[in-house]
């Protein structure tokens, strides 16, 4: 069965830069149509899509975000990484990791169990 | 971006009933919209895609139904375990956007 799990820092400085995992199983991010994103939810507020990365190394980001945010694969290892810089207190959130699958490339069926991370001098 | 309104944000109602959440999306976008349950400290867990589509392993007392620009969420009789907040997805274009959510409780 398809599993995602999410790893990092749970607090980072404001300024620095987040660097996560998504360490994933039961797909290959080399099959033809899968992708993996990210998507983070502050406390209390909505889901808000972060970056895509597909199996041909596609790669989409939030207009708003994209100057921050850097995605890629590493398919041997069964991992995509996201880096966020410049972190602002704004930005503490749940983040989570999600696959997409070929024939609903923008839709995440399968998602990690989410990390939160905590932005605070 | 395509943003998506959904209503209410809240709703209150009790076991049995049948409840409707409604997604409105600032343009059209056919039916390419997605709905997502989300419990507590939990993940989104995926529903319903291309509108009115379920995802497999949904019960079937959830449907939606839709095109264009406005879209329905309904569950015809409600459980204990439909007791989260509902999410709706747009996958027509990038950049993905979500609604702000709808909350559904315990009359």
């Known amino acids: 069965q398809i599993t995602l799990k999410e790893s990092g820092p749970t607090l980072v400085k404001p300024t620095q830069t987040l660097t996560l995992t998504c360490t994933f199983s039961g797909f290959s991010l080399s099959t033809g149509g899968v992708g993996v994103g990210w998507i983070r939810q502050p406390p209390g507020k909505a889901l808000e899509w972060l970056a895509l990365?597909?199996?041909?190394?596609?790669?989409r980001y939030s207009p708003s975000l994209k100057s921050r945010l850097t995605i890629t694969k590493d398919t041997s290892k069964n991992q995509v990484v996201l880096t966020m810089t410049n972190m602002d207190p704004v930005d503490t959130a749940t983040y989570y990791c999600?696959?997409?699958?070929?024939?609903?490339?923008?839709?995440?069926?399968?998602w990690g169990q989410g990390t939160l991370v905590t932005v605070s001098s | 971006a395509i943003q998506m309104t959904q209503s209410p944000s809240s709703l209150s109602a009790s076991v049995g009933d049948r409840v409707t959440i409604t997604c409105r999306a600032s343009q059209g976008i056919r039916n390419d919209l997605g709905w997502y349950q989300q419990k507590p400290g939990k993940a989104p867990k995926f529903l319903i895609y291309?509108?009115?589509s379920l995802q497999s392993g949904v019960p079937s007392r959830f449907s939606g139904s839709g095109s264009g620009t406005d879209f329905t969420l309904t569950i015809s009789s409600l459980q204990p375990e439909d007791f989260a907040t509902y999410y709706c997805?747009?996958?027509?274009?990038?950049?993905?956007?979500f609604g702000q959510g709808t909350r559904l409780e315990i009359k």
């Open positions: 291309a509108a009115s």
């Open positions: 990365i597909y199996w041909n190394d596609d790669k």
């Open positions: 999600a696959h997409s699958n070929e024939q609903l490339p923008k839709v995440f069926d399968y």
């Open positions: 997805l747009q996958d027509y274009n990038y950049p993905i956007t």
